[in-house]
Structures are given as C-alpha cells and as structure tokens.
C-alpha cells in the first residue's frame, strides 16, 4: 500500500511540474506574437477649386499621363531629405496613393474645376485624344536643412518639381515643354504640417499646368504634312 501511494504522489508531482512547464512555454509564446501592427496615417492632396480663365481647344481631348519618377519617389511613403543625399520617409505616415498617380489625379481633376472647353482624362483605351501631356515627376519632398546657429530652429522646405511635354498625338510633335516647380516651409516638423505645405506647393503646380497646357493647345496650329 506503501508502494502506492508513493507512486500516486511521485505521478501527480510529474503532472504538476509539466504543468508548470507548459505555462513558462506558452507564456514566452505569447511574447513574441504581434501586437498589431503600429496604426499609419494616410494623406491625401487637394486639386486647386479655382482655375484662372484660359482660351482652350474646343473639341480637344488631351490624355494625362501617369508621370515618370525615380524609384525613391515612386512611392507611397512621404520623402524627406535630411541632408544633400540622405533621402528618409516619414514613419507611420503615407500618401492615399503612389506620389506619380497622386499627381496625375490632381492635375485630372484640376482640368475638370477649371471648366474648359477640352477635356482631360488619364490614359485608358478608347479614346480618341489629341494630344497627351507626359511629364517626369522630379521632386516630391521635403527637406531639412542644419540650422545656421546653435539653438536655432529650421522649418522643412517642401519643393515640388515636374517636368512636362505637350504632345501632339497626331503629328507626333512637341507642341512645348516646360518645368513647374514649386516651393514652401511647412509651419513645424510635423507630417501634418509638411503635408499641409505640400498641398499649397502642389496645387501652385497643377494650376499652372492646367493654364499653359490649355493655352498652348488653343494656339498650336498643326503643320501640314
């Protein structure tokens, strides 16, 4: 009977210590499993609500492209420069979509309030354009600079840059090229900030696209072949 009940006590003590192992097991289980992801704020641009009046092409249909841009900008992460060639994003903050088809959007929607006579729209099948806007996406960002004394605070400068061709899809000529560019301060180092600064800056661009692409399309007269 002896023998017995020291086996009983020797089981259950076994059983108790698994017990004890499998909970410090589990326990350092639920330690490295995720918390959640950290929670990313996403930011969108305005297109401008006002155009300046411009002569445009009655009829005309003009084809917007997605522009071109390097893969540092070909992003939906918000750029800032923190020095001449350190390029970084802001973390746990994004644009609502690509920094080139963010802009693509704008300058489509810019046409559209600006109530002109020649439509535009993204580059889809179908439809019969007459000419096309391509442009290259050559700034997107922010940038800080060093402060000039010890102490002293420098706001981020936004810039906004893109390059852009007219293009006559009928005679396959360039009608004109231009460079849009665009700068601000943002009013703190904050992304909500930065983002505010490049709304200005980008709609400052968009704008001036929309009145020189409508403008240059009303005077282009096609050559003769």
Wanted: glycine share 6%; with cysteine.
């Amino acid at each position: 009977m002896t023998d017995l009940i020291g086996g009983m006590r020797a089981m259950l003590r076994g059983r108790v210590l698994l017990a004890v192992m499998l909970g410090a097991v589990l326990s350092g289980c639920a330690s490295l499993l995720p918390t959640g992801d950290t929670p990313t704020t996403l930011y969108g641009l305005q297109a401008p609500a006002e155009v300046p009046l411009v002569a445009d092409r009655p009829g005309w249909q003009l084809i917007v492209e997605e522009p071109l841009a390097e893969r540092a900008l070909d992003t939906d992460r918000i750029a800032i420069y923190s020095g001449p060639h350190a390029l970084q994003y802001f973390p746990q903050a994004r644009w609502t979509d690509r920094a080139p088809r963010l802009v693509q959007d704008l300058i489509v929607e810019t046409f559209e309030n600006a109530g002109l006579q020649m439509s535009a729209t993204r580059q889809t099948v179908g439809v019969k354009a007459n000419v096309a806007l391509i442009s290259d996406l050559r700034d997107f960002e922010a940038r800080v600079t060093a402060p000039a004394a010890e102490g002293s605070t420098v706001m981020p400068t936004v810039m906004i840059r893109l390059s852009t061709k007219l293009v006559s899809l009928d005679k396959r000529r360039v009608i004109d090229a231009r460079t849009f560019t665009a700068r601000g301060t943002a009013a703190s180092d904050s992304v909500a900030d930065v983002v505010a600064a490049m709304n200005v800056a980008a709609a400052t661009v968009v704008s001036d696209i929309v009145v020189w692409a409508a403008a240059a399309s009303a005077t282009f007269a096609p050559v003769a072949d």
